[in-house]
């Protein structure tokens, strides 16, 4: 009797147990759909991949802002990182009317090239939309500038275009990218450094490099400053003579071209440039276009890119590059100031 009740009894526990474990698993996976039901809701955009990307470019074509843009749509359909990549112009104001576009940009998947230029734009323009409304992406490259001059030029040295400017002030005018941006701050750079009052300077930005090129060719202005890489096939075609450059070494595009350092000119700068997102995005959607940028960026056809162009590799992405572009501003504000070009 006790050995049948015993055997009974444990029958009956396991009979319960895969009862109880049966329900368990039915109450595991109810809630490991649930649960997969609910990151699935929360998640969807990230899992979704950017099929279709918007790039803004904030200039008129010809520039250095639009060789990026250009090169970014270039590499990321070859190498079919999205299905495409639409690039659009919108000049104007160091880039400022494409940073106004975009604070109103509705579709998520939109990138806008940007850098150097427009920080220091957005200062001079007093823009109401600032860079710190938008969601920061990545750096992507950088480079030294380059100043020439028309290859008819009387000035054979940066001092000679320096000691004219002294002489005669606003009669010399200097051409480059949009009013605030690295051109004109290395302009005012120069002068400063070599005790020239900063409103003696007669500086002619133009949105676009190939403005700038036509001036410098058709001798309306007496010289140039823009990225190497910009003016680098106009100064080997010899319409244009460099004078300087404002790395810290020379720029293997322009060999021979000494630094402004090594001319007795004590600065240094170089532009850099980068991909920003509407402010508006969720930190899932930023995260998806960080993914592409970055894939871009480790691409073959991304290198390869860079030589072409003689473009430094300066990849920064994420918070990184949000803390660099936070104190960029800082200093590119004490920077105009210093050289009159913001009070």
Known sequence: MTSHSTFRLTTFTRRGALVAGAAGVVLAMSACAGGASSTAAGTSAAADPIKKLSIIVPANP???????????????????????????????????????????????????????????????????????????IARLTEEPLVLVVPASSKYQSVQDLVEDIKANGKGVAITGGSAGGADHILAGQILKSQGVESDKLNYIGYSGGGESIAALLGNKVQAGISGVGEYAEQVKAGKVRALAVSGTSEAPALPGVKPLKDQGIDVVLTN???????????????????EVVTKLHDSEAWKATLAKNNWDDAFLAGDGFKTFLTEDIAKVKTTLTEIGLVK
């Open 62 to 136: 010809g520039g250095g802002w639009d060789q990026t843009g250009r090169a970014m749509q270039e590499v990321l359909q070859s190498d079919k990182l999205v299905t495409s990549a639409q690039v659009s112009n919108i000049g104007g104001g160091g880039g400022t009317n494409g940073l106004a576009k975009l604070a109103t940009e509705k579709d998520a998947n939109t990138l806008m090239v940007m850098g150097y230029v427009m920080v220091g734009a957005v200062e001079t323009n007093a823009a109401k939309t600032r860079l710190e409304d938008t969601t920061p």
């Open 272 to 290: 850099w440039r980068g991909v920003v997102a509407p402010g508006s995005i969720d930190d899932a959607q930023k995260a998806k276009l960080t």
